[in-house]
């Protein structure tokens, strides 16, 4: 079993949406929890941390951590084409951040 | 905001040559890490410092080492390249926020390494 699971994707939204994104993970004691935005060919940049359970709301981005089910979920309202991209899930175990291999989002006019 | 900058973006070097990678932040971190990427595999941790002169092997350090002579500053050496070290090869760094260690890690650009 892997560590951090993403579905690969490609998840196909129209524009105006909300797009779901799912990580699950495996490491119980993990206590902090990152999604990162990769664009092609660039380098992955933070968007969201989440540390307790419930939800964080930061613009059109909300992410969800549930600990006893071990998930991470990303919301993002108002899908634009802008945001297609790849999502990292990562979470912190001992020592090092785990990364999910990402989940691919593509969002159509 | 954070700053990550690496040495190239792009970079071409034959088998069996030495190559360096320069990774360099401007936020005082105390922390830095540098993976590699492939497709399929995801990120994948080669080496950390979590201070000057200290490293740490990640999962994969095998053909690389590391040096951190200054803080801000994060080497990754591959000794002998060879072609299944083709890859995009990224830096991080993290520090304290609010006082208190911080687990967000901010990543530099990318160095795009093809072995020939």
């Known amino acids: 079993q892997k560590e951090v699971e993403q579905n690969s994707g490609p998840l196909s939204v129209p524009e105006g949406a909300i797009a779901s994104l799912n990580c699950t993970y495996s490491?119980?004691?993990?206590?902090?929890f990152f999604w990162y935005r990769q664009y092609s060919g660039k380098s992955p940049e933070l968007i969201m941390s989440?540390?307790?359970?419930g939800d964080k709301e930061d613009g059109r981005f909300t992410a969800q951590l549930n600990k006893a089910s071990q998930y991470v979920s990303l919301l993002i309202r108002d899908s634009q084409p802008s945001d297609s991209a790849t999502y990292l899930c990562?979470?912190?175990?001992?020592?090092?951040?785990?990364f999910g291999t990402g989940t691919r989002l593509l969002v159509s006019p | 905001d954070v700053k990550v900058t690496q040495s190239s973006r792009y970079l071409v070097k034959r088998t069996g040559e030495k190559v360096f990678l320069e990774c360099v932040q401007d936020?005082?971190?105390?922390?830095m890490f540098w993976y590699r990427q492939d497709p399929g595999l995801g990120l994948r941790l080669i080496y950390f410092?979590?201070?000057?002169?200290?490293?740490e092997k990640g999962d994969i350090p095998e053909g690389y080492s590391v040096s951190r002579e200054k803080k801000e500053r994060f080497s990754l050496i591959l000794e002998s390249a060879s072609t299944n070290q083709t890859s995009m090869y990224l830096c991080?760094?993290?520090?304290?926020?609010?006082?208190?260690?911080?687990?967000?890690?901010?990543f530099g650009p990318g160095t795009r390494l093809t072995v020939t």
């Open positions: 991080a760094s993290r520090g304290f926020r609010g006082g208190r260690s911080s687990y967000e890690q901010y």
């Open positions: 490491d119980r004691g993990s206590q902090s």
């Open positions: 989440i540390y307790s359970n």
């Open positions: 990562a979470v912190h175990g001992f020592q090092k951040l785990v």
């Open positions: 936020m005082d971190h105390e922390n």
């Open positions: 410092s979590y201070d000057v002169k200290m490293k």
